[in-house]
């Protein structure tokens, strides 16, 4: 069973380029998200999704697109890349219903140069 | 809107001995679930134990349990018999029932001292 499986694991951008951090898993989970990592933080939400068809913002979306056309896929496409993105991204996945947890992906380095 | 405090970032605690790691919550949801995360060195993101606002006791995974005072908003998480490879960063998160997003503190750091 794979989980949650996000590519590329390293990425090394220039300023202006963009890119797309790939997320899918197989549980069938209803719910899909994105974080970005820095130090000091914690995990801040960039964008979510409780269904295919269904996304939202969360608590830092600007320069960050995201769709979920089916249910196993999520990608977080980086529109034109700036070094303040420059962080460690993760994908996350539950199921719909009930106090289930997070099931994480192994985690994205991205870094703008 | 909610929040995780974690005082401490950094701890050290000595193989074999127990440590708390603190967790302070903000919230005006009556109902919630607490969590916990590992973070090793290698970067992954490991669940470790579950609080219910509205469990009665508190939760125990192996050597981990949840000292959870909801009257304080408080859900450390305490270790028994640390070993080496508890060395990572841990961070404490929170999810309303009726709503979908999580909101995680900024972690606290432990190493375990030989």
């Known amino acids: 069973n794979a989980g949650v499986t996000q590519t590329p694991k390293f990425q090394v951008l220039k300023t202006g380029q963009s890119m797309t951090l790939q997320c899918a898993q197989d549980?069938?989970?209803?719910?899909m998200s994105w974080y970005r990592q820095d130090p000091g933080m914690g995990l801040r939400l960039i964008h979510y999704?409780?269904?295919?068809?269904?996304?939202d913002q969360g608590e830092v979306p600007n320069g960050y697109n995201v769709s979920r056309s089916t249910t196993e896929d999520f990608p977080l496409r980086l529109l034109s890349a700036a070094p303040s993105q420059t962080s460690v991204y993760f994908c996350?996945?539950?199921?719909?219903?009930?106090?289930?947890?997070?099931?994480f992906g192994e985690g994205s380095r991205l870094t703008v140069l | 809107a909610q929040k995780i405090t974690q005082t401490q970032p950094g701890m050290f605690v000595q193989e074999k001995e127990a440590v708390t790691l603190d967790c302070t919550y903000d919230?005006?949801?009556?109902?919630?679930?607490l969590f916990w995360y590992k973070q090793p060195s290698s970067g992954e993101m490991i669940f470790l134990i579950y609080?219910?606002?509205?469990?009665?006791q508190n939760a125990t995974e192996g050597r981990y349990s949840l000292n959870f005072q909801k009257a304080r908003k408080s859900a450390n998480l305490v270790i028994s018999a640390s070993q080496l490879g508890d060395s990572a960063m841990y961070f404490c998160?929170?999810?309303?029932?009726?709503?979908?997003?999580?909101?995680f503190g900024p972690g606290t750091r432990l190493s375990v001292l030989p």
């Open positions: 996350a996945s539950r199921k719909g219903q009930g106090n289930g947890e997070l099931f």
């Open positions: 549980m069938n989970h209803e719910y």
């Open positions: 999704s409780v269904g295919a068809g269904i996304t």
């Open positions: 919230t005006s949801d009556p109902s919630y679930g």
């Open positions: 609080q219910g606002s509205y469990d009665q």
């Open positions: 998160a929170m999810r309303p029932f009726y709503g979908q997003n999580f909101v």
